[in-house]
């Protein structure tokens, strides 16, 4: 067990602006040595359990490959192959989890899941997405806007599409380290201000027409229009949305070196055409990369401390 308080990062208004100005730097730090092919083990002997509801290509890799590179080992768990998708109560599995493994990571559905098993954990648990939050993806995707264009304090963000975990996630960050979010979704599809900080509304801007949300954008993202848990409202969804495509048109008037940003798995002719994912502006790969980096700046972190 570490001797380091047991913290949890369960939302991206977990940690503060000072917290996350060193795990950007480390997370860049800890991807020149993995370029180099330097070991770095700060994480020898420790057990990190991850624990999938929903499907995942990204998060299970990152988090596999990333604690093997600090030296420690991953144990995949799943709803159906354990006793939790035969009811076993969250807080028992926390219980049972946390005492033979080091940190938790886990994909479910609501927040209040995760917040139930942090509650009961002995280790550190991360959020590896809930219906309301997905704090690992918008870390990297900070970080890859800091390595292309620096900072991103004062910028705007403009988020085309659905209110679901990746758009409150970004309205959480632009709080914590000074940018702002212009959203825009259809009618029906708006967020919800149960979900907004009162500190957190003078960061965003919502707009009805998703050209008004881009214009002078530095970062236009988007994300898929039916998220996990909600299949059923598909076609529904299909017909919303149909104008909220990020296109040439929504990127022609953003900023002239605006970047575009997608979580990925991405649905070219749905929420981006594909002239925008593969075209210049799209940095989605460099996205993807980076949960890696950013996840082992932050299993780290949760371990070990300031290093
Ligand atoms: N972006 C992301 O979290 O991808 P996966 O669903 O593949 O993990
Ligand atoms: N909003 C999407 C993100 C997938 C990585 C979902 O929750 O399904």
Redesign the pocket.
């Known amino acids: 067990a570490s001797n380091i308080p047991v913290r949890h990062y369960l939302q991206f208004a977990d940690f503060s602006a000072d917290e996350y100005a060193y795990l950007l730097e480390r997370s860049a730090f800890l991807k020149a040595k993995f370029k180099r092919y330097e070991t770095w083990h700060p994480l020898h002997d420790r057990t990190l359990a991850m624990i999938f509801e929903k499907?995942?290509?990204?998060?299970?890799l990152s988090f596999e490959a990333g604690i093997h590179q600090l030296g420690g080992h991953a144990v995949f768990l799943n709803t159906k192959d354990t006793q939790l998708g035969r009811g076993e109560p969250v807080e028992d599995a926390a219980q049972v989890i946390s005492r033979m493994t080091d940190i938790i990571m886990i994909r479910t559905f609501g927040q209040d899941i995760i917040e139930r098993f942090a509650a009961n954990s002995r280790v550190p648990v991360i959020n590896g997405?809930t219906n309301e939050y997905?704090p690992c993806?918008v870390l990297a995707d900070i970080f890859t806007y800091v390595e292309h264009r620096s900072s991103i304090q004062g910028k705007t963000i403009a988020w085309v599409g659905d209110a679901n975990n990746m758009a409150y996630t970004w309205i959480q960050a632009a709080e914590i380290l000074d940018f702002k979010v212009n959203f825009s979704a259809p009618a029906g599809y708006q967020l919800d201000e149960s979900m907004l900080s009162a500190g957190s509304k003078k960061y965003l801007s919502v707009f009805d027409n998703p050209l008004d949300a881009c214009r002078g954008a530095d970062l236009v993202t988007t994300d898929v229009w039916t998220s996990m848990g909600y299949e059923d409202e598909n076609q529904a969804r299909l017909k919303a949305f149909k104008s909220w495509m990020v296109t040439d048109e929504l990127m022609s008037v953003a900023n002239k070196d605006a970047l575009f940003m997608h979580?990925?798995?991405a649905h070219r002719g749905e929420e981006v055409s594909a002239s925008v994912i593969d075209g210049p502006q799209s940095v989605v790969w460099d996205e993807a990369e980076n949960r890696l980096h950013v996840q082992k700046a932050l299993m780290e972190f949760l371990l070990c401390g300031k290093l």
């Not at 499907?55 to 299970?60: A, V, Y």
């Open positions: 499907n995942s290509t990204r998060t299970r997405l997905h993806q979580c990925l798995p």
